[in-house]
Structure formats: C-alpha cells, structure tokens
C-alpha cells in the first residue's frame, strides 16, 4: 500500500472514529438529558487524555525522527508512525476536546466565567501547537525538517506547561 492510500485509510478511519464519538455523545444526551452532563465529560476527559497523549509523544518521535538517516527504513518508519498518532488519534481527539468542551461550558453557565477565558487562552496556544506538530509533521514527511533534536526537546516541553496551567485553572478556578 502506498503513503498517499496509507494516510487516506488512517484519515477514513480516524473520521469514522469521530462521527461514532459524535454519535454517541448525541445519544447519551439525548438519553440521559440533564444526567448527560457528567457523561459528556467522562467522554471529554478521555479525549484529552487522548489529545495530551499525543502532544507529548510526537516531539518524541520527532527527536529520534532527527537522528535517522533521511530515507531509511527507520525515517520511513518514523513518518508513518506520526501520521498515525496525528490523524488517527491527536485530530479526532482534540476536535472532540473542543466540541464537548465547549457543549459543557455552555450547559454549566461557565462563559462569563474569567478562569474559563484562560483556559479557552491556554487551549487556544495548544491548538496553535498542535497545528505547528501537525506542518512539522509533513516538514519530516517530505525530509525537509530543518530543525535539531535539541529544539524538539524544548517544544516538548511547551504542551506540558499549557496542561498544567489547563488544569490549574479548571480545578482551581482562581478568578
């Protein structure tokens, strides 16, 4: 199977993963009504679970990514394997982060709320370095990352720093 039929099967799957997580989510609120409430954010918390997962083991990849020869078998290796986590798990993951997300911030009454402006602030920057994986992602596709491994070891580092600030200000609501 070529890359161009690989990344469109992983992408069919990963829509077909997002419509069934769609789905479900309209069904369990449409089931449960008001009850749906903490359903929706069981399914909110794995997504993000999902999203963070992937945001911190990409960087990885792209550090031992660096170290191997460009076309070799291990750089091929390499480019499917991000390819994968992208699509099929960071994507679908995070728009479902958002949707539901945003669904529960609605039905809590939470937009007026400032620690919730921070926090969509925060999701917003981890989004923005999601889409930064995401084009370097394809830079390593096509060989043409121009970047050492010692500035994916200090990217690496920046989904961690909006997590934490992330969860602090749910948990915390400090303002």
């Known amino acids: 199977m070529t890359t161009a039929v690989q990344e469109k099967s992983a992408a069919a799957r990963a829509g077909s993963a997002l419509v069934v997580t769609?789905?479900?989510?309209?069904?369990?609120?449409?089931?449960?009504?008001?009850?749906?409430?903490?359903?929706?954010?069981?399914?909110?918390?794995?997504?993000?679970?999902?999203?963070?997962?992937?945001?911190?083991?990409?960087?990885?990849?792209?550090?031992?990514?660096?170290?191997?020869?460009?076309?070799?078998?291990?750089?091929?290796?390499?480019?499917?394997?991000?390819?994968?986590?992208?699509?099929?798990?960071?994507?679908?993951?995070?728009?479902?982060?958002?949707?539901?997300?945003?669904?529960?911030?609605?039905?809590?009454g939470f937009f007026s709320a400032g620690w919730l402006h921070a926090k969509l602030a925060a999701a917003i920057a981890l989004t923005g370095v999601h889409g930064y994986f995401s084009a370097s992602a394809r830079r390593f596709r096509q060989d043409a990352n121009d970047k050492p491994p010692r500035h994916w070891r200090l990217v690496n580092e920046v989904p961690t720093l909006l997590m934490v600030a992330i969860v602090i200000l749910v948990i915390v609501k400090p303002f």
């Open 22 to 108: 769609v789905a479900v989510t309209a069904l369990v609120i449409w089931l449960f009504g008001d009850a749906a409430y903490l359903w929706v954010k069981s399914i909110h918390v794995v997504a993000i679970i999902s999203w963070m997962a992937g945001m911190l083991y990409l960087p990885r990849l792209f550090i031992y990514h660096c170290d191997a020869p460009k076309g070799s078998v291990q750089s091929e290796t390499f480019k499917v394997m991000e390819g994968r986590l992208l699509n099929i798990i960071m994507t679908p993951a995070m728009v479902i982060s958002w949707v539901l997300g945003l669904w529960l911030a609605y039905q809590a």
